[in-house]
């Protein structure tokens, strides 16, 4: 009976744990970065949504991202075992946020990636249909990318 209590203890930390990897990126997070503060302010995502300045956007996860792909993007260790996400969100272009900013310019956002490093998010918004390449050579010459934000808890 205490060798069952044990196991089934260790199953449910084993869970826990891979629940809490899974959704690293989930939660409110405030702005940390001038860029962040500047334009998105504070944001909030869950699995369906992301919230920008008091806006709410429906959120599609397509795919994880390898270490090497976020860091294409992110100042990150490419040889970290953490793996991003990109994810899908239909974020018009006339939508304006902090200061009368937009993401996009005049196009809309079409994709997001996210990469957490401790305590502290990373955020980059693209636009066009097509899903960004994340290679160090696409994204150096990438023209939707639309920028990158820092967020802390």
């Known amino acids: ?3 069952e209590k ?3 203890a260790i199953a449910v930390l084993v869970l ?5 990897v899974s959704a690293q990126e989930f939660g ?3 702005a940390a970065g001038s860029t962040a503060q500047s334009v998105t302010g504070d944001v909030g995502i869950s699995e369906t949504k992301l919230t920008i300045y008091f806006a709410n956007f429906a959120l599609v996860r397509a795919r994880d991202l390898e270490p090497a792909e976020a860091s294409s993007v992110f100042d990150v260790d490419s040889n970290s075992s953490e793996k991003g996400h990109l994810y899908k ?3 018009p272009a006339s939508k304006k946020f902090m200061h009368k900013n937009t993401l996009c310019g005049s196009e809309d956002t079409q994709w997001m990636a996210t990469y957490v490093d401790g305590h502290t998010l990373h955020l980059a918004f693209f636009s066009g249909q097509k899903a960004p390449t994340f290679t160090l050579d696409a994204i150096s010459n ?3 990318m639309c920028g990158t934000y820092s967020y802390t808890r």
């Open 89 to 91: 969100v239909n974020i």
């Open 1 to 3: 009976m205490k060798r």
């Open 28 to 30: 409110y997070w405030r």
């Open 16 to 20: 826990a744990c891979c629940a809490s």
């Open 142 to 144: 990438s023209s939707n």
């Open 6 to 8: 044990v196991i089934c």
